[in-house]
């Protein structure tokens, strides 16, 4: 089963450009976190969001979390070629088991 | 420090035949998972182990699939007999882990991908 819900599916956009991905899930949670999958490098963890906090940054990448709303964003600031991939939520309920949402595919074109 | 490895990468079998998939965590990594990726979703939890534990093993088709972590370690995750929907990627992955309190990024194996026939 899958918790998480991303959306859109799919994204296109030019290189320069802001990329902002939505995710919704339905339990509570203990933490939120996002990865980033290419056929290159396989699933790679980008951030991890707690549940006590709001917003967080990392680079390019800036997380928020709204636990009454159930739903995270993700945003990729001035987007790169490189940063063409499927992203995924996932969360964390409290006992370590991370469950999956179906992703976003992003494609950055130069 | 070496990743998260597995193997094979890459497996085609007859159906009806049993395959077994290795990985071998992060050493220190007490959280290990088993993933199943079709094409176009996100990643579904097959079983994790804290230590040699398994903990979670609720969606875990219990008629043909079964895994082992012996001392806690690496880990054989095992399909028998296979079917044509098992076609897949399988995933490892291991984690610091966070017992009760949560728990922390997940580092991921480049994947077996099978295929049967």
Redesign the interface.
């Known amino acids: 089963s899958q918790q998480g819900e991303e959306d859109p599916q799919a994204l296109s956009i030019q290189e320069g450009e802001n990329a902002t991905m939505n995710c919704s899930y339905k339990t509570s949670i203990n933490n939120l976190q996002w990865y980033r999958q290419n056929s290159g490098r396989g699933l790679v963890h980008l951030i991890l969001i707690r549940s006590n906090e709001r917003e967080k940054h990392s680079g390019r990448l800036r997380v928020t979390l709204d636990t009454s709303k159930k739903s995270s964003s993700l945003l990729i600031t001035a987007s790169r070629a490189a940063d063409t991939a499927s992203y995924f939520c996932a969360t964390d309920g409290g006992y370590s088991t991370l469950t999956f949402g179906k992703g976003t595919m992003l494609l950055v074109s130069p | 420090e070496a990743g998260v490895v597995q193997s094979p990468r890459y497996k085609i079998i007859e159906k009806k035949q049993p395959v077994a998939f290795w990985c071998n965590p992060i050493s220190g990594h007490n959280?290990l998972?088993w993933?199943l990726q079709n094409l176009?979703?996100?990643?579904?939890?097959l079983i994790?182990y804290?230590n040699e534990e398994a903990?979670?093993d609720s969606?875990l088709p219990k008629d043909r699939f079964s895994a082992e972590r012996l001392k806690g370690v690496d880990s054989t995750l095992k399909i028998q007999p296979a079917e044509l929907g098992d076609s897949a990627v399988y995933?490892c992955?291991s984690?610091l882990?966070?017992?009760?309190?949560?728990?922390?990024?997940?580092?991921?194996?480049?994947?077996t991908r099978l295929t049967v026939v």
């Open positions: 959280t998972y993933y176009g979703q996100g990643p579904e939890l994790r804290e903990v979670d969606q995933l992955a984690s882990g966070g017992a009760q309190g949560g728990g922390t990024e997940a580092f991921f194996g480049q994947g």
